[in-house]
Every structure is written in structure tokens, then in C-alpha cells.
Nanobody, 115 residues
């Protein structure tokens, strides 16, 4: 099993930046893909970015050019650097990993973009 802990959320102004981190423990060597999701108030959870064990990266259209996902294998950590933040980026951001068919979610971290 894998356990996840996210951090780095908070309040940012429009145009500002935040960096989220997700630290994994447990069977980290078996992780196939890491993903960041977000859930805005009243909306469904949506995929923001993902990175596979071989380094393939995917971004949602809303994140392209503004967000960067990165992975530090030595620290079992995945980050999400978010720049040029917009009010519509507000939501709870969740880290998610897949080990085979098993999906594990973190507890989420709140991101609020407001002036």
C-alpha cells in the first residue's frame, strides 16, 4: 500500500504562484503514475496533470503553459508548480497514485486564488 500527504496549498493572488508537494510512503517503487486532481466548489473532480514512472507527462488544457509537474524519485515526491494563477484554479487539490489497479488518494490541500 501507499500513503500520500499533500502540502503547499494556501491563498494566492491572481497572477501569483504556488507549489504543491505530494510525498508518498510505503510501496513507492510500484507506483505507475502520479496525478494531480482538483475539485472546485460545486464541480466534479478533474485531472490537472500526471506523470508516469517512465517520465511521460500529461496536462489538462487548463494547466498547459502555467503548471509544471515534477518528480523526485529519491524523495518519493511529486510537485505541482502553479504559475499565473487564476480565480478558476481555486479548489481542493488531490494527489493520486496508481499501483497496478489500486488507486490511492491523498487528503487534499486547499488552493484559493483571490485578490
Amino acid at each position: 500500500q501507499v500513503q500520500l500527504v499533500e502540502s503547499g496549498g494556501g491563498l494566492a493572488q491572481p497572477g501569483g504562484s504556488l507549489r504543491l508537494s505530494c510525498v508518498a510512503s510505503g510501496r513507492t517503487s510500484s507506483i505507475i503514475v502520479w496525478r494531480w486532481y482538483r475539485q472546485a466548489p460545486g464541480k466534479q473532480r478533474e485531472l490537472v496533470a500526471g506523470i508516469t514512472s517512465d517520465g511521460s507527462i500529461h496536462y489538462a488544457d487548463s494547466a498547459k503553459g502555467r503548471f509544471t509537474i515534477g518528480r523526485d524519485n529519491a524523495k518519493n515526491t511529486v510537485s505541482l508548480q502553479m504559475n499565473s494563477l487564476k480565480s478558476e484554479d481555486t479548489g481542493v487539490y488531490y494527489c493520486n497514485v496508481a499501483v497496478g489497479l489500486q488507486i490511492t488518494w491523498g487528503q487534499g490541500t486547499q488552493v484559493t486564488v483571490s485578490s
